[in-house]
Nanobody, 121 residues
Framework: QVQLAESGGGLVQSGGSLRLSCTAS????????MSWYRQAPGTERELVATIPEIGTTLYADSVKGRFTLSRDNAKNTVYLQMNSLKPEDTGVYYCNALVMPTQWSRAADFWGQGTQVTVSS
C-alpha cells in the first residue's frame, strides 16, 4: 500500500506565501507523476500543477508565474511553493501520485487526505 502525507496548509493573507509538501511512502518501486489538485466549496476538484519523474512541469493557467512545483525523487516528495496568494486560491489541496508499487505492477493512482489553504482578503 502507498500513503501520501501532506503538510503546509494554513491561513494566510492575500499576497502571502505558503509551501505545501507531500511525501509518498510504502511499497514503491517508482513514482511516475506527482501532482497537486485543489477543490473549493461547491466546485469540482481541479489540477493545480503536475510534475513527471523526468520532464516538464505543467501548471494551471490560474497559478502560472505564482506557484512553483518541485520534486525530490530520492525522497518521493513534491513541494508546491505558492506565492502572491489570492482569495480565489482558497480550498482543500490534495496530493496525487501515480505509483508503480513493484516493477511488475501497473501504475495506480493514490491520493492524500488534503490540506486546507485559506487566503483572506
Amino acid at each position: 500500500q502507498v500513503q501520501l502525507a501532506e503538510s503546509g496548509g494554513g491561513l494566510v493573507q492575500s499576497g502571502g506565501s505558503l509551501r505545501l509538501s507531500c511525501t509518498a511512502s510504502g511499497i514503491i518501486f517508482k513514482v511516475n507523476v506527482m501532482s497537486w489538485y485543489r477543490q473549493a466549496p461547491g466546485t469540482e476538484r481541479e489540477l493545480v500543477a503536475t510534475i513527471p519523474e523526468i520532464g516538464t512541469t505543467l501548471y494551471a493557467d490560474s497559478v502560472k508565474g505564482r506557484f512553483t512545483l518541485s520534486r525530490d525523487n530520492a525522497k518521493n516528495t513534491v513541494y508546491l511553493q505558492m506565492n502572491s496568494l489570492k482569495p480565489e486560491d482558497t480550498g482543500v489541496y490534495y496530493c496525487n501520485a501515480l505509483v508503480m508499487p513493484t516493477q511488475w505492477s501497473r501504475a495506480a493512482d493514490f491520493w492524500g487526505q488534503g490540506t486546507q489553504v485559506t487566503v483572506s482578503s
